[in-house]
C-alpha cells in the first residue's frame, strides 16, 4: 500500500533533549511538508522540502531542523530550543510543483506523532 | 499575507438534520480550495479540491462549493459516523493555509 508512516506515534523528551521524529513516503512525491498542530490553532508550517537537497522555513521554523537527502524522507528534528514542543506532528506529501497537473498541490498526510515533554 | 477562517468553530445536529459549514479564504491567486476531514488523533484525510468559482464536488454525503470568497461544506443527511473535524485550506503557490477547523458532531 502507498503511503506516509511517521514514526513514533509516541514521543517523550527530557529536557535539553532532542529529538527526531521520522517521515517516509512511498508515493514517488516531491513535496513534503512538516506541521505542527496545537488545540484551536489548525496547522501551522514548520519546514518543507519541494525536491531532495533542498528545504525552506515555514512559519514556525525556530527550533526545529531537517533534512532531504532521499526523495523518501525528511525526518523533522525537535531541538533542545524549541521551549514548548508539546503539540501532535503531522508529515505531508504532494506530488510537486513541477508536475504538470492541478493536482500537484494535494497534500497527503501521515497518522501523526503526538510529542509531549517529560 | 494568506487567510482562512472557518465557521463556526463547533456544530451539533441531529441525525439527518443537514448544514452547512464555511471557510473564508483571502489569498493572492487562489491555485486551489481544499477539504479535509480529521478524526481525533489521526491525520487529516483529503476529501475534495475545487480550482475555480462555481465548481463542486460531491462525495457520499458531502458536497463542496467554490465562490471568489469562500467556500461551503454543505453535508446532507448526516449520521454519526460524519462526526469530525473539517479543516480547510487554501493555496496561493506550493504551500497550504490552513483554517481552524469546524468540529462537527451528529447525534444518533
Known amino acids: 500500500d502507498g503511503g506516509i508512516t511517521q514514526s513514533p506515534k509516541y514521543l517523550f523528551r527530557k529536557e535539553g533533549q532532542n529529538v527526531t521524529l521520522s517521515c517516509e513516503q512511498n508515493?514517488?512525491?516531491?513535496?513534503m511538508y512538516w506541521y505542527r498542530q496545537d488545540p484551536g490553532q489548525g496547522l501551522r508550517l514548520i519546514y518543507y522540502?519541494?525536491?531532495?537537497?533542498?528545504?525552506q522555513k515555514g512559519d514556525i521554523a525556530e527550533g526545529y531542523s531537517v533534512s532531504r537527502e532521499k526523495k523518501e524522507s525528511f525526518p523533522l528534528t525537535v531541538t533542545s530550543a524549541q521551549k514548548n514542543p508539546t503539540a501532535f506532528y503531522l508529515c505531508?506529501?504532494?506530488?510537486?510543483?513541477?508536475?504538470?497537473?492541478?493536482?500537484?498541490?494535494?497534500?497527503?498526510f501521515g497518522a501523526g506523532t503526538r510529542l509531549s515533554v517529560l | 499575507e494568506d487567510q482562512v477562517t472557518q465557521s463556526p468553530e463547533a456544530l451539533r445536529l441531529q441525525e439527518g438534520e443537514s448544514s452547512s459549514l464555511n471557510c473564508s479564504y483571502t489569498?493572492?491567486?487562489?491555485?486551489?480550495l481544499f477539504w479535509y476531514r480529521q478524526d481525533p488523533g489521526k491525520g487529516p484525510e483529503f476529501l475534495f479540491t475545487?480550482?475555480?468559482a462555481g465548481e463542486e464536488k460531491e462525495k457520499e454525503r458531502l458536497k463542496a462549493t467554490l465562490t471568489k470568497k469562500e467556500s461551503f461544506l454543505h453535508i446532507t443527511a448526516p449520521k454519526p459516523e460524519d462526526s469530525a473535524t473539517y479543516l480547510c485550506?487554501?493555496?496561493?503557490?506550493?504551500?497550504?493555509?490552513f483554517g481552524e477547523g469546524t468540529q462537527l458532531t451528529v447525534n444518533p
Open positions: 505531508a506529501s504532494s506530488i510537486g510543483r513541477l508536475a504538470g497537473t492541478l493536482a500537484k498541490n494535494i497534500q497527503y
Open positions: 508515493l514517488n512525491h516531491d513535496a
Open positions: 522540502s519541494q525536491i531532495v537537497n533542498d528545504f
Open positions: 489569498v493572492s491567486g487562489l491555485r486551489g
Open positions: 475545487l480550482y475555480s
Open positions: 485550506a487554501a493555496s496561493s503557490g506550493s504551500r497550504l493555509t
